[in-house]
């Protein structure tokens, strides 16, 4: 009982990781969207790329965050949980 | 390195400072919290390389993208870099964590300090009287 207790719970995590890491796909299509438009921008005004380039950069790093996030919470899934929810199913089933 | 935009070596180096004093704050942490240990060492160290490395790959690409001038090509360019850099940061921290056995927590929480550099940043810039671009006198930016 608790083996199977066991296997559907880390099981479970498994899948929240990977679900939590679905966050990473956001990022990337805001960044590249984000980039296009500085090359429009730039290509109307090329005397302020160095302003635009270094704007990007610190914009596509705050973006980035947010897949940084997901990758954290699915490490915490990975690495933290199944040893809290083992704990946890060990104490019910006693 | 030669070649490299300015402002890519500009903003990686700031990131790269804040990154460096974070860690040091988060190393008194866990000192006067007496958990410090080399594993805590060797993950802070691991979390500051990704996270830095992370984000020179990311500003590498963008003003590479930037460069070649094409919205459709650079769009397509940084959307793959990004899900690929994603997975190696996942790839190099699950290494550090579960083969090299570094602590968790000092691990990952360095890959959050350049966020936090950057929300410090406009701060920084006002005290020392720089503008932030497009808002200077006469710029076309603001319309």
């Known amino acids: ?94 | 390195m030669p070649g490299m935009d300015p402002a890519v070596k500009k903003e990686t180096g700031y990131i790269a400072v804040w990154v460096v004093l974070l860690s040091l704050v988060m190393e008194a942490v866990f000192l006067l919290v007496r958990k410090w240990d080399l594993p805590v060492l060797f993950g802070n160290l691991g979390g500051a390389v990704i996270a830095i490395g992370n984000f020179w790959l990311m500003a590498v690409t963008v003003s590479k993208a930037i460069e070649k001038g094409k919205p459709e090509e650079a769009a397509t360019r940084v959307k793959a870099t990004a899900t690929f850099r994603l997975a190696g940061c996942a790839l190099l921290c699950v290494l550090l964590i579960a083969v090299f056995k570094t602590n968790l927590y000092a691990t990952v929480i360095p890959l959050l300090f350049p966020r936090i550099g950057i929300a410090f940043r406009p701060m920084i810039d006002r005290k020392r009287g720089v503008q932030p671009p497009g808002t200077e006198e006469g710029s076309d930016l603001i319309d």
């Open chain 1, 1 to 94: 009982m608790l083996e199977l207790a066991m296997g559907i719970m880390l099981g479970l995590l498994g899948l929240g990781a990977g679900c939590a890491m679905i966050a990473g796909i956001g990022p990337g299509i805001g960044e590249g969207n984000a980039v296009a438009k500085a090359c429009e921008a730039i290509g109307r005004q090329p005397e302020c790329k160095s302003d635009v380039t270094s704007t990007m950069i610190m914009g596509c790093a705050i973006a980035e965050t947010t897949g940084l996030y997901g990758l954290i919470v699915a490490i915490l899934l990975i690495f933290v949980a199944p040893g809290i929810f083992t704990g946890i199913l060990k104490e019910a089933i006693k």
